[in-house]
């Protein structure tokens, strides 16, 4: 007889003892169980977050425990329109998009960190910096050089300490204090340059660093490059939230996948009591989730060490345990997002 699971069981709990059991939650419409959510959420709560029907759910889970049987998708996703044709460029395996719609919610940073993060598993990667007027991922790598000429006659952007390669408008700029006063025709041609016209080499993944808004530099991106998903970065506070919903609603009209949400500034851990406070509220995530049918790959704290070494460009140098869980979680819902879209 299958093993009988509580409603109240945690996600976190079935997937961590049952590998493999992700695939049922998936197949019901739950992203959770790869998602940050689950390390609190029970099987009730994300039944009732996501309006599936919880019997269903829990009798498919216990026959999986039974004999590793999945249940096909119990919604099958409407007819997508096919989008347009994507030059991709040989070598480069994931093109990935870090998106808000919101400006000030430490999306440059996330970027960044993941991309750390992916280079310390062995990756290797590429960060494009399409906020072309306001560049910052130069800075915080402390890469000043400019793209170079390789042995085959093709500009290469200059590389970090640890071989992280970098696009920046700041590196072709005379001062990097120097304005760029730009049209939106002129920022769209530029991210096109940067991607196409430069020569990555061979890269697991091209994290692209995306402006604030909805207008031309992401249009650009997800009409033009052949992203493979997009990441969503907030914060809890309420007007982050709503905006962040505009940028989920465009990914999803021009049928992009989220890969996830990054809930960043998330908290602040007193150092002197190790007492955790929420100075933008309460988490918001739950919602997000929601609303783009994708899992929430962390929760990111306020931390004033990091702060500083974006300023000293050392950003390589930072270490946190909550940067390995978006890295963990990315790498996991990365494959099972491109699996489902070739499907459909």
Aim: glycine content about 10%.
């Amino acid at each position: 007889m299958p093993e009988s699971l509580s409603p109240d069981t945690l996600i976190r709990e079935v997937v961590e003892r049952y590998p493999g059991s992700e695939r049922v939650f998936g197949a019901h419409g739950l992203p959770c169980a790869g998602c940050h959510v689950s390390t609190r959420e029970s099987i009730r709560g994300g039944a009732a977050v996501h309006h599936l029907d919880l019997g269903a759910l829990i009798s498919d889970l216990e026959r999986y425990i039974h004999d590793g049987s999945v249940p096909p998708p119990r919604q099958k996703p409407a007819a997508k329109t096919p989008p347009p044709q994507r030059q991709r460029k040989p070598g480069i395996e994931h093109v990935v998009a870090i998106m808000s719609g919101k400006g000030g919610v430490g999306k440059s940073v996330v970027t960044a960190l993941l991309g750390v993060a992916l280079r310390r598993r062995g990756y290797s990667v590429g960060i494009l910096d399409a906020d072309i007027t306001g560049p910052s991922q130069a800075k915080l790598f402390g890469v000043t050089a400019r793209p170079y000429q390789g042995a085959d006659d093709k500009p290469h952007p200059p590389a970090s300490r640890r071989g992280i390669q970098i696009m920046s408008m700041n590196l072709i700029l005379p001062d990097e204090r120097e304005a760029v006063i730009w049209r939106g025709p002129m920022v769209s041609g530029a991210i096109r340059q940067f991607y196409m016209d430069l020569e990555w080499g061979n890269v697991d993944y091209l994290l692209v660093d995306l402006p604030p808004g909805t207008s031309d530099a992401p249009l650009t991106v997800l009409q033009a490059l052949p992203i493979s998903g997009v990441v969503l970065v907030s914060t809890p506070q309420g007007l982050a939230t709503m905006i962040v919903s505009k940028a989920i609603k465009l990914v999803q009209q021009l049928h992009a996948p989220v890969i996830g949400l990054v809930e960043n500034m998330a908290y602040f851990v007193d150092p002197q009591t190790g007492t955790r406070h929420q100075l933008f509220g309460e988490s918001k995530g739950v919602q997000l989730v929601v609303e783009s049918g994708a899992p929430l790959l962390a929760q990111l704290p306020i931390d004033p060490l990091l702060t500083q070494l974006c300023d000293e460009g050392r950003i390589e140098e930072y270490e946190s345990p909550d940067y390995e869980w978006l890295v963990q979680n990315f790498v996991k819902v990365l494959p099972m997002k491109a699996a489902a879209e070739a499907a459909t």
